[in-house]
């Protein structure tokens, strides 16, 4: 992959020799990819709206472009055998497993691609294996970085996360490189909570301590005097998926349990009793303790020697998510000073960690080897549902559990299908009818839609706008999970307006205009009287139009390629053009006029399904009535 611009720089649109019209040889032929993740077909033409089974959906439409949308329908409906289009003789994906996976998830991609398990692989090993890869899945053992990014040049399209946190991924890379992330946070939520209550309870009543002590020979009934957890306070901190189960569980032993999350949503925690502090408050009120917090450069040792010195003396301390949101020789010293009674741990800062670590051989803590996701069940759901996160992704699916990309839902993406065409479609025209060797800065995006601005979600299309106009003219490979970060890279301002109309608000948009301001034209009619290039769109029957082009109103579909020729409103133009255009053997697929009034100028929009010759256009060009034209290469 091409290095990316400095944030300074703007995309340049190369000018043909003689400013007028520009055939495809002046822009770099790209297969027209519009979904999220490159799909494994080359040049997909059309794809099914479907099931995961893959029957017809409920429309059973066809969305031109290679945007496949799958509805959820649960992991349990999925049939490996069904995952690949039949149409699709491309070659099949390749995927990476590089940490144990299930049966069950190994058979889903199985089902769909070439897979190689390889574990234990070292860092070297990966960075000179990815480069043969589409996919890989990772548990947390297999740090993903920048380099091995950098290794795969630019083939990389999804890594997986076995499991829910991704600090083993380098995230800004990934989203850098075009690479989708994706993990499976729901699969082994019950069975972390469980572990956490495990731990819980296990340490309360010595339990792991009591038992060692008994096959050492021992009988110490006193020594091991537990503690009761009905009536006292347990503090979740991260009220997430797990935070929430540990909670629900807690309340079920009686406990009174509040909790901290700068994200929660308080009528979620009111309806399970749940009491929503601050940090502070939680620290300081709480007999236990339950960390379910990611780790982040701000929970990083997050609990350390001051946060423990609040902490009310005696206080227990479970942690089920992640190590390094604990400082261990702060804890070590929190245990030895009796401010925390007892810790019971299934994660650690290093895993794993050394044997003589002061913190596993303490007597007042119980320890697991990262046991939060291993159940028999969570396992295999896990694998299942990595597995279908990661096929759904090659297949160009917006993933429910991306983390680097906007979340679209299903049902909104299947709406916008053809608009998210009629977007890239517009951001391809209107870059290539910019003049000159200038730099492309500033885009101004209009929607018109009858539906409350609130209700339209066009991240996806202001994706696919970014991708039309970035790679015509570059050699960078733009899709939604990079999308905004390239248009930064490049210098590339995008502001968006919403207009409500007046009209039905079944479909999504009316229409839209994309501007491209301070820019000289290589189409003057293009241009608007405050200096901008100006061009809108519709979607008709499904099918993406070209409606506007400066002032002029035309109306031609957007399924091949189009010349615009500005001209004399005079009898006969059309027959001119298009006798040329069938001398030439050059096929027309639809032609619209737009004029200003009746023998004044007009505007002709002809769609052409291949490319003309230079001296096609040149025979256009020569004919006297027609004052200025272009071919823009879709």
Known sequence: MASAASPSSSIKASASPNGTFSSNSNYSKKPNRISFASIINPNPISAKICNSNGSSGRSGSIVSSGLKVAESTGIAALDAKDLRDPADSGPRPTILVSEKLG????KVLRGFGEVECLYNLSPEELREKISSFDALIVRSGTKVTRQVFEAAKGRLKVVGRAGVGIDNVDLPAATEFGCLVVNAPTANTVAAAEHGIALLTSMARNVAQSDASMKAGKWERNKYVGVSLVGKTLAVIGFGKVGSEVARRAKGLGMHVIAHDPYAAADRARAMSVDLVSFHEAIC????????????????????????????KGVRIINVARGGV??????????????????????????????????????NVIVTPHLGASTKEAQEGVAIEIAEAVVGALNGELSATAVNAPMVPPEILTELAPYVVLAEKLGRLAVQLVAGGGGVQSVKVVYRSARDPDDLDTRLLRAMIIKGIIEPISSSFVNLVNADHMAKQKGLRISEERVTIDSSPESPLDSIQVNISNMDSKFASAGTEDGHISIEGQVKDGVPHLTCVGTFDVDVSLEGNVILCRQVDQPGMIGIVGNILGQHNVNVSFMSVGRTAPRKQAIMAIGVDEAPRKETLDEIGNVPAIEEFVFLDL
């Not at 049966?103 to 190994?106: C, D, H, N, P």
């Not at 009120?285 to 009310?312: G, Y």
């Not at 702060?330 to 290093?350: K, P, Y």
Request: proline residues 6%; aromatic residues 6%.
């Open 326 to 363: 604990i400082d261990e020789e702060a804890l070590v010293r929190a245990l030895d000073s009796g401010i925390v009674a007892q810790a019971a741990l299934d994660v650690f800062a290093e895993e794993p960690p050394s044997k003589e670590s002061k913190l596993v051989q303490h007597h």
């Open 103 to 106: 049966e069950a998830g190994l």
């Open 285 to 312: 009120t709480a007999d236990f303790i339950s960390l379910h917090m990611p780790l982040t450069p701000t929970t990083r040792n997050v609990f350390n020697e001051q946060t423990f010195s609040k902490m009310k």
